[in-house]
């Protein structure tokens, strides 16, 4: 009997939860608990194409995409919650899924296919490799214990750090600009701002800075992991250049895991570009264990045009069309 692939339908939402709990069963995931987890299927539902692998009327996978304002941005994003598939049946499941959705995100524009995937599970993280995804982005996991930090001047920032915080951030996304991370150095400075302006009104989250001879030169936020359980996470985190390799960024790391080991926190985490070379080194060299990764395809857009119409006439003897 063979594996079907269907539209995914409300009679799938349990199985697909039940499905997803299982795939995650430690880790302090909220998506080991079956009642997260059917929440958060009900959550993705109708947010955009979703199809489901289907082995003598039983479900073996799932796989969906959040495709909100279209036409609009060409990114796709399946998240940790939008995927799932039995063990042993991964390869063929994941390929077969993927081949459903990828024409119909496509046919709507979205030709950068992102996804996030548990580090963990080799035979998930093979079967995106083999159907042309790359990591992209990093999240690592390390017990919230501080490490040793230099004698650095370490402070929560106030309201007049607010420029100078914009300043580091902006920094930071110009250096993202530079080989081999080359991503473009576009932000969205107003949402950065207000987001700073929410942290330092916010006593459950941290937004700590280092200052050198005066002056701020480094900044880690942080704040609840809403995915892993008693986990705080490091959102933005900038050294500037002239101050690097000083040992700011480890005491602005040690001050982070004070917080949050006082907090009650069991575990710190953090993302970073797999590309980036300066803080790949750093945050594994600091005991940050890989627990997920966010893979990425980008299709060539020529797609939406270049296909079976073309006939390439003009190149053939006598101008007869390619038979395709």
């Given at each position: 009997m063979g594996l079907d692939v269907v539209p995914f339908e409300?009679?799938?939402?349990?199985?697909?939860?039940?499905?997803?709990?299982?795939?995650?069963?430690?880790?302090?995931?909220?998506l080991a608990d079956p009642v997260v987890a059917r929440r958060l299927v009900a959550a993705w539902q109708g947010a955009g194409p979703a199809v489901a692998a289907v082995e003598g009327g039983e479900l073996v996978g799932f796989l969906a995409a959040s495709v909100d304002g279209v036409p609009g941005p060409q990114q796709a994003s399946i998240r940790l919650q939008q995927h799932a598939a039995v063990g042993g049946r991964k390869r063929e499941a994941y390929r077969r899924l993927y081949a459903a959705l990828a024409g119909r995100l496509a046919a709507v524009g979205r030709f950068e296919h992102t996804i996030t995937a548990s580090a963990v599970d080799g035979e998930v993280t093979t079967a995106l490799f083999e159907l042309g995804f790359g990591i992209d982005q990093i999240k690592g996991l390390r017990p919230a214990v501080a490490s040793t930090g230099q004698d650095v001047r370490l402070r929560e920032a106030g309201?007049?750090?607010?420029?100078?915080?914009?300043?580091?951030?902006?920094?930071?996304?110009?250096?993202?600009?530079?080989?081999?991370?080359?991503?473009?150095?576009?932000?969205?400075?107003?949402?950065?701002?207000?987001?700073?302006?929410?942290?330092?009104?916010?006593?459950?989250?941290?937004?700590?800075?280092?200052?050198?001879?005066?002056?701020?030169?480094?900044?880690?936020?942080?704040?609840?992991?809403?995915?892993?359980?008693?986990?705080?996470?490091?959102?933005?985190?900038?050294?500037?250049?002239?101050?690097?390799?000083?040992?700011?960024?480890?005491?602005?790391?040690?001050?982070?895991?004070?917080?949050?080991?006082?907090?009650?926190?069991?575990?710190?985490?953090?993302?970073?570009?797999?590309?980036?070379?300066?803080?790949?080194?750093?945050?594994?060299g600091r005991g940050f264990a890989p627990v997920g990764y966010k893979l990425t395809r980008l299709i060539d857009a020529r797609v939406a045009w270049a296909d079976s119409r073309l006939g390439y006439a003009h190149h053939l003897p006598g101008g007869s069309p390619l038979p395709l």
């Open positions: 409300e009679r799938f939402a349990e199985p697909a939860a039940t499905l997803l709990a299982g795939e995650h069963p430690d880790g302090g995931l909220d309201p007049t750090d607010l420029r100078r915080l914009l300043e580091l951030t902006v920094e930071l996304q110009q250096f993202h600009a530079t080989s081999p991370i080359l991503r473009p150095a576009l932000l969205d400075v107003p949402a950065v701002r207000d987001g700073f302006l929410a942290a330092l009104g916010d006593d459950r989250r941290l937004l700590l800075v280092a200052e050198e001879r005066g002056r701020v030169v480094g900044m880690m936020q942080a704040e609840a992991d809403q995915r892993h359980r008693s986990t705080a996470v490091i959102g933005i985190a900038s050294v500037t250049a002239s101050a690097r390799s000083g040992g700011l960024g480890t005491a602005l790391l040690t001050g982070v895991c004070d917080w949050a080991a006082r907090r009650g926190f069991a575990n710190v985490a953090v993302g970073w570009s797999s590309a980036n070379p300066v803080s790949d080194s750093f945050w594994r």
